[in-house]
């Protein structure tokens, strides 16, 4: 138990307060905030401290150095397509990350300051608003290196631009600016760089001026539907995308990452 006023210390994340402001920043800059074994299992911690942080009413999830998220670590997923069984207990993990965020009632608000990418995107997107950079894009290419986007892209997606267009990235495994983003309804607000912290700052500052509780309570409302979609696919998400860490596409991918190249798919599998 964190006494009030302190602040919990991560590998991965940081932590700051700025009055009843909550900074989360994720930070591995020099790795673009890849997600590896220590951010999966820190993730779902930081998330749960916010939530019964005394001193806090909003909470803020950014990126430190040039990118917000870039996905999963090279390192360690070739780890897991060599040992799919690590992969196995690492999903749990990716589940555990998805229902911090939904059971946090207070308002999270995703300031992302460069791409955001596979479970990068996935968490910036299950966050209640998304102001980004127009110099950043997002997108889920799971399918780029022979996965299922498994661990909430599938629910997420969908739950904020309809079922034809969240086909239609998440199949493709295509990115987004930005903008188009913002035009399609996945973001909230993308703007200049430069403006991006008066930007958050404004509407952080909106919130904790307003009615906590009608804020909080408005939030888990909202979520609901949320929460029975997530719980609806997450499983199975997680499933597949275990069956397709086993397979000959991914151990491909990951092979042609290291190497540089474009890998070469085999045929269907299964």
Same mark, same amino acid.
Do not use: Q, W
């Given at each position: 138990m964190t006494a009030s006023g302190s602040l919990p210390r991560y590998e991965t994340i940081e932590l700051a307060r700025k009055g009843r402001l909550l900074t989360i920043t994720?930070?591995?800059?020099?790795?673009?905030?890849?997600?590896?074994?220590?951010?999966?299992?820190?993730?779902?911690?930081?998330? $749960?401290?916010?939530?019964?942080?005394?001193?806090?009413?909003?909470?803020?999830?950014?990126?430190?150095?040039?990118?917000?998220?870039?996905g999963g670590d090279l390192d360690h997923m070739w780890r897991n397509a060599t040992n799919p069984e690590l992969f196995d207990q690492e999903a749990r993990a990716a589940k555990r990350i998805v229902f911090a965020m939904l059971d946090l009632d207070k308002p999270l608000i995703c300031r992302?300051?460069?791409?955001?990418?596979?479970?990068?995107?996935?968490?910036?997107l299950m966050c209640d608003i998304v102001f980004a950079a127009e110099t950043a894009k997002?997108?889920?290419?799971?399918v780029n290196i022979g996965l299922v986007a498994g661990d909430g892209g599938a629910a997420i997606w969908a739950y904020r631009i309809g079922l034809g267009r969240a086909k239609e990235f998440l199949l493709s495994g295509d990115l987004l600016t930005a903008k188009r983003g913002e035009e399609i309804g996945l973001i909230n607000h993308a703007v200049p760089l430069e403006e991006l912290d008066a930007a958050v700052d404004?509407?952080?500052?909106?919130?904790?001026?307003?009615?906590?509780?009608?804020?909080?309570?408005?939030k888990i409302l909202t979520n609901l539907e949320l929460k029975r979609i997530a719980t609806a696919v997450m499983d199975a998400g997680i499933a597949y995308e275990s069956l397709t860490v086993r397979g000959a596409d991914h151990r491909e991918a990951i092979q042609a990452l $290291?190497? $540089?190249? $474009?890998?070469?798919?085999g045929k269907r599998e299964g």
């Open positions: 994720l930070n591995r800059p020099d790795s673009l905030n890849a997600v590896n074994l220590a951010l999966h299992e820190e993730l779902p911690e930081v998330f $749960k401290f916010a939530a019964t942080d005394p001193d806090s009413d909003v909470v803020v999830l950014t990126g430190a150095g040039r990118a917000f998220s870039a992302m300051n460069g791409h955001a990418v596979g479970l990068g995107a996935t968490i910036a997002i997108g889920d290419p799971h404004a509407f952080c500052d909106k919130l904790l001026n307003g009615s906590a509780n009608a804020i909080r309570y408005t $290291k190497e $540089k190249r $474009k890998p070469v798919f």
